[in-house]
């Protein structure tokens, strides 16, 4: 009885680099934190009244949300809908030419470093099974998996909600009985750096230099909105 056969060990994980829900999610919250926080400045430098401010960052809250997952959703549709556009074109392939898409196959592995013998037996033994085959093959050319194709809904629903959350957070304050721009501001900051702080788990940077870079990009844009508002307020 021969010895069985030894299972890799994984002694690391990935971080999710498909698009999935997590770039819409962190994405739409930064989103809506930037645009409603410069929003609510640029109102708050024309003018006092918490009512107008108030009206206006929600305005911007329910636009910017609803904007955001349409966009969204007829973004990731579009794009799910030519990959499986490709994937029905591969399936007719290799129905009508299986022989071809066999050797196409193996001379894709062969690009990747395996001897000639070897990838013809690989894709030899991948095509008896068609599904797997049409797996492989569009892997191979479309750098997809063909059943883990991007969720529209998820998509749209996750850049909605997150969007939402970002954009709150500049009128909560006013809404809790804030009368100064200060107190958004203070809010705003803090959370531009949580926001930026939380892309790093979908970059390469540290934590410290995406936070601090999400807080300046932001920052500045509320700044040079406020000033542009103060001097619309002065000429009013």
């Known amino acids: 009885m021969g010895q069985p056969r030894r299972r890799a060990e994984i ?4 971080r999710d680099v498909s698009g999935g829900w997590l770039r819409p999610t962190v994405f739409g919250a930064m989103d809506g934190l930037v645009s409603n926080f410069a929003l609510v400045a640029g109102v708050a430098g024309g003018t006092s009244d918490t009512k107008v401010i108030v009206l206006t960052g929600l305005a911007g809250l329910a636009a910017g949300a609803f904007s955001m997952a349409g966009g969204e959703y007829v973004s990731v549709a579009s794009q799910r809908e030519l990959a499986l556009a490709e ?13 071809q898409e066999e050797l196409e196959l193996a001379e894709f592995y062969e690009t990747r470093g395996v001897s000639p013998e070897i990838a013809a037996e690989v894709a030899r033994q991948i095509s008896r099974h068609p599904q797997r085959a049409l797996q492989a093959h569009v ?27 970002g954009a709150l957070l500049p009128v909560l304050p006013y809404l809790f009985g804030a009368t100064v721009l200060w107190i958004s501001a203070g809010v705003s900051l803090v959370a531009l750096f ?43």
């Open 11 to 14: 002694h690391h994980e990935h």
């Open 87 to 99: 994937i029905a074109v591969e399936k007719r392939e290799l129905e009508r030419n299986p022989e």
């Open 139 to 165: 892997r191979a050319e479309l750098g997809v998996d063909p059943d883990k194709l991007p969720s529209p809904k998820l998509a749209a629903l996750s850049s909605f909600l997150s969007f939402g959350v």
């Open 194 to 236: 949580g926001a930026g702080a939380l892309v790093s788990l979908v970059t390469a940077r540290s934590w410290w230099y995406s936070g601090v870079r999400q807080l300046v990009v932001g920052g500045a844009a509320a700044g040079l909105t406020y000033a542009l508002g103060s001097a619309i307020g002065a000429g009013a």
